[in-house]
């Protein structure tokens, strides 16, 4: 499986942004997809993932109420809507695939990354 993300920018703080990811190289909704990110100095930690019909989602406590993980399957395409971002939400955002529950822990297929930097 092959990700590609991109969506990543310079924000000011409050604004909202919205990620992609898309995905190629197997069946798109045999995967559970999710984020993870990492911050300057700081260590890669999960987001949020989403099953493979769309129909669950799972959030890090850090992602709660401001942040929602979406798919399309017809276009094999990861979203995440990030909400009233804050500075420490500046870090590195990498889309991830797995069959399974290792997507919130460690996640088989790892895109490139995005980066997302917000000025206070």
């Known amino acids: 499986v092959q990700l590609q993300a991109s969506g990543g920018g310079l924000v000011q703080a409050g604004v909202s942004l919205r990620l992609s990811c898309a995905a190629s190289?197997?069946?798109?909704?045999?995967?559970?997809m999710g984020w993870f990110r990492q911050a300057p100095g700081k260590e890669r930690e999960y987001v949020a993932a989403?099953?493979?019909?769309?129909?669950?989602?799972y959030y890090a406590d850090s992602a709660k109420g401001r942040f929602t993980i979406s798919r399309d399957n017809a276009k094999s395409t990861v979203y995440l809507q990030m909400n009233t971002l804050k500075p420490e939400d500046t870090a590195v955002y990498y889309c991830?695939?797995?069959?399974?529950?290792?997507?919130?822990?460690?996640?088989?297929?790892w895109g490139q990354g995005t980066l997302v930097t917000v000025s206070s």
């Open positions: 991830t695939a797995d069959q399974g529950a290792a997507i919130v822990v460690n996640p088989d297929y």
């Open positions: 190289g197997d069946t798109f909704s045999d995967y559970y």
């Open positions: 989403i099953s493979g019909s769309g129909s669950s989602t």
